[in-house]
């Protein structure tokens, strides 16, 4: 059973890089089948598309976060990572990483990361 | 980007109810349309995709119509189980984006 498992702090302070991990189990990362991605949800904004990323590192970023956002895999370690620079209290949020298959849908998704950004 | 509105976005439901909710995108979007279901304290899980096709494991009591901008997802007979939020998302280009949610209480 595919399993995806989001790890990194849970408090970050203002104007620093959130940094998540998203390690996958029993699939490989290197699949050309699939993109990796993560999402986030407040109360405020609901579901929010981060960016997705494939096995070569070709990534997709949303425009909104596109200067601040960069998202990328290790297929060594079979994980990959989304790193969020400058943050402020808007981008706290639960922060999920997901699989996106060939027919465009988040079929697998982590449990989930609470991110809080305060001082 | 592709603004995707939920109606409605509460439904008070009684076990056994046919149960439809409906999801409009600013533009078209061909057939590049899922649901999800999302339990509180839980990720959303994937229901249907590509406006019709169920998900494995997802009960026939589920499915999905819909073209172009309008689009739904009936649940034919609603059983506890059912009771969460249900979102909406396109991919049909990026930004991929969400409905804002359609949660289902008791009556």
């Known amino acids: 059973q595919l399993l995806l498992q989001e790890s990194g702090p849970g408090l970050v302070k203002p104007s620093e890089t959130l940094s998540l991990m998203c390690n996958v189990s029993?699939?490989?990362?290197?699949?050309?089948?699939?993109?990796w991605g993560w999402i986030r949800q407040t109360p405020g904004k609901g579901l929010e598309w981060l960016g997705t990323?494939?096995?070569?590192?070709?990534?997709y970023y949303t425009p909104s976060l596109k200067s601040r956002v960069s998202i990328s895999v290790d297929p060594s370690q079979n994980q990959f990572s989304l790193r969020l620079r400058s943050v402020t209290a808007a981008d706290t949020a639960v922060y999920y990483c997901?699989?996106?298959?060939?027919?465009?849908?988040?079929?697998?998704w982590g449990q989930g990361a609470l991110v809080t950004v305060s001082s | 980007d592709v603004q995707m509105t939920q109606s409605p976005s509460s439904l008070s439901v009684s076990i056994g109810d046919r149960v439809t909710i409906t999801c409009r995108a600013s533009q078209s979007i061909s057939k590049y349309l899922n649901w999800y279901q999302q339990k509180p304290g839980r990720a959303p899980n994937l229901l249907v995709y590509?406006?019709?096709t169920l998900q494995s494991g997802v009960p026939s009591r589920f499915s999905g119509s819909g073209s172009g901008t309008d689009f739904t997802l009936t649940i034919s007979s609603l059983q506890p189980d059912d009771l969460a939020t249900y979102y909406c998302q396109q991919t049909f280009t990026t930004p991929y984006t969400f409905g804002q949610g359609t949660k289902l209480e008791i009556k």
């Open positions: 590509g406006t019709f």
């Open positions: 990323v494939n096995y070569s590192g070709t990534s």
């Open positions: 997901a699989r996106l298959t060939g027919d465009a849908a988040f079929d697998y």
């Open positions: 029993d699939a490989s990362i290197s699949s050309t089948t699939y993109y």
